[in-house]
């Protein structure tokens, strides 16, 4: 069955440290997309980033990278030099093959100064 | 930002009454998500398209249905609203398979049943 499981409801980091967010998956798809996706307060849902499967390579983008690991079916993002912006809901989310855009419950992050 | 507009986004109706929200977009992506968020589930999805009147259920489809009888519309219907409907709802597009595959969500409608 596809499934998307964040195991950390809430978590919390100081300004300008670095934190690590949890994902695991499953899925019978060989080539599918894994997201990270960010919530503010505003409600609004933001791409912070996106990895192909069949990419060996692990995304970055900015401050934001993942750790991607294919055969544990594992998809981490990590933040560095948090800043009070990233306070948020972040969602992991895959889709791919016949599957649809699923997500998991979601991690709320707090960035304290 | 992507051509993707909800409506309406917030409203306040009663138990037993049929509600219709809206999923409007102008970027003739091939696919369409309605998700439900409540604290502690997260996003989950209620119903999605792969094309014109091509619809199937997602994990929380009871008492909901849909309707996409043309590429940028995509109608999420409570045929008779209960309290436990009470949620926001958030349209999504995508167009997977593209290089840059991403979705784009909608602003939310906040739905009170009363």
């Known amino acids: 069955a596809q499934t998307v499981t964040q195991s950390q409801p809430e978590m919390s980091v100081q300004e300008a440290e670095t934190v690590t967010l949890s994902c695991t998956y499953d899925t019978s798809e060989n080539n599918y997309y894994l997201f990270w996706y960010k919530q503010p307060p505003s409600r609004q849902m933001i791409l912070v980033i996106r990895q192909e499967a069949y990419k060996q390579q692990n995304a970055t983008e900015n401050r934001f990278s993942v750790n991607f690991q294919k055969a544990a079916k594992s998809f981490s993002l990590k933040i560095s030099d948090s800043q009070l912006g990233d306070t948020a809901m972040y969602f992991c989310g895959q889709e791919g093959g016949s599957e649809k855009l699923v997500f998991g419950k979601g991690t709320k992050l707090t960035v304290n100064p | 930002d992507a051509g993707i507009t909800q409506s309406p986004r917030h409203k306040v109706t009663e138990t037993g009454t049929p509600v219709t929200l809206r999923c409007h977009q102008t970027e003739n992506h091939r696919y369409m998500y309605w998700y439900r968020q409540d604290p502690g589930h997260g996003l989950r999805l209620i119903h999605y398209?792969?094309?014109?009147?091509?619809?199937d259920k997602g994990e929380v489809s009871d008492g909901y249905s849909v309707s996409r009888s043309k590429t940028e519309d995509f109608l999420l219907t409570l045929e008779s609203a209960t309290s436990s409907q009470t949620s926001v709802y958030f349209c999504?597009?995508?167009?997977?398979?593209?290089?840059?595959?991403?979705?784009?969500f909608g602003q939310g409608t906040r739905l009170t049943v009363v």
């Open positions: 398209s792969y094309g014109v009147k091509d619809t």
């Open positions: 999504a597009i995508s167009e997977e398979g593209s290089m840059n595959t991403e979705a784009f």
